[in-house]
């Protein structure tokens, strides 16, 4: 897809029709379609921002036995129709979200939709002698380090917690897997049960009718489950350094809540950064390997021009749409806005650029600690 016509795909998401909320609360919305594949995702107002210290690593857990075995179908039985049908069944998750997608052409994603997705949410087993799947799975998942330490220093609350999932459930012992499974067990069916009520939930489709969209909300509509709180979260201006060979880098974030997504897109892309975006919280996050280059970027925002903050802004968000329809739909079930950046008042750019500079921020040093100034002294 040519960037022209990229840009062009950002316009008409923006313009597409507005989320509907339904009598039960939830939200449906239907994006146009960028493919030929047809997606349904359901998203859930659970992520890690729930955890406590008595169920660290729960949300990422349970993500992973989303497909397992349930009162309609068993397991085996689910995944042999995703691969006959050719559908692809997907979870994500962030700290505020659990997201739970199916893909397939238009013939099969309604039965895929009704038949696999909604009894994965509502009439989930927790067989213990599953359970290995979706732990081995969790263990195995990719985790960024520096992301996990970003958040800890920037955020209170919930949003502090980890994203990714690291044990500590039961002995790892060969000899002791029935003991840790019969933990496990308890862990998914507790946070499945106290985290997975369809209070704030969304549905977003592409590529199919506004019928079925609402089909999958009047069936999710009959959830027996609840929705804990999470911790309350804010902006903290922390940091932490940890010492590694190698080359050295840091990682700063910048409190712009409340700042309008569109004008903060664009600083954020002058800065070759991007907006980490939640609920109630908005941190523009960008790096520099070098003290003199980290001067540079921050220096930048007094003499910035804000026509190329709108053009790169616009470029970023081209380029990501250009992949496909799913990443817009897995943006909107995560709760992240889809913006036009194109009719930015560069006044506004100015004005948030010259806040960011002096606004307080949290880092985060990999490499040579001492090779940045302390985050109260930029």
């Known amino acids: 897809m040519r960037v022209t016509a990229a840009v062009r795909s950002v316009k008409a998401l923006v ?136 958040h800890q220093v920037s955020f209170s609350g919930g949003l502090s917690n980890k994203l990714g999932y690291y044990g500590g459930h039961g002995s790892e012992s060969p000899r002791m897997l029935e003991e840790r499974d019969e933990i496990l067990e308890e862990v998914g069916r507790d946070w499945h049960y106290n985290n997975y009520g369809m209070e704030d939930a969304i549905v977003t489709g592409s590529g199919v009718s506004d019928g079925l969209v609402q089909k999958v909300v009047n069936a999710l509509a009959g959830s027996p489950y609840g929705n804990k709180p999470a911790l309350d979260s804010k902006f903290v201006a922390g940091q932490v350094r940890t010492a590694k060979s190698g080359a050295s880098v840091a990682v700063v974030g910048v409190d712009v809540t409340g700042a309008d997504p569109a004008v903060a897109a664009c600083v954020a892309a002058s800065l070759g950064g991007k907006v980490i975006r939640y609920s109630n919280a908005a941190v523009i996050q960008f790096s520099a390997r070098s003290a003199a ?86």
């Not at 047809?38 to 169920?55: D, F, P, Y």
């Not at 993500?63 to 075995?69: E, K, V």
């Not at 939709?113 to 009894?119: E, F, R, T």
Request: with cysteine; charged share 15%; aromatic share 6%.
């Open 15 to 150: 313009e597409a029709k507005a989320p509907q909320v339904f009598e039960n609360g939830v939200v449906g919305v239907n994006l146009p379609a960028q493919s030929a594949a047809c997606q349904i995702a359901v998203s859930l107002k659970a992520g890690s921002a729930n955890e406590t210290a008595a169920t660290l690593g729960a949300a990422t857990f349970t993500r992973y036995t989303l497909g397992l075995s349930n009162h309609r179908s068993t397991a085996l039985l689910q995944q042999r129709m995703l691969n006959f049908m050719g559908g692809k069944f997907e979870t994500f998750g962030t700290r505020e979200r659990t997201v739970i997608s199916i893909t397939s052409g238009k013939k099969a994603i309604e039965e895929l939709a009704l038949d696999v997705l909604v009894p994965s949410l509502l009439e989930p087993m927790f067989f213990k002698y599953e359970m290995y799947y979706p732990w081995a799975q969790a263990k195995a998942a990719a985790t960024c380090p520096v992301d996990e330490a970003f």
């Open 293 to 378: 280059q980290l001067s540079a970027k921050l220096d930048g925002l007094s003499g910035m021009n804000p026509a190329d903050a709108i053009a790169n802004a616009a470029l970023a968000q081209a380029m990501k749409r250009a992949s496909g329809s799913s990443a817009s739909v897995i943006d909107m079930a995560s709760g992240i806005p889809i913006i036009d950046v194109s009719g930015v008042d560069g006044g506004a750019v100015q004005s948030l650029a010259a806040s960011v500079k002096s606004a307080p921020k949290s880092m985060v040093v990999v490499g040579d600690v001492h090779a940045f100034p302390q985050n109260t002294e930029i």
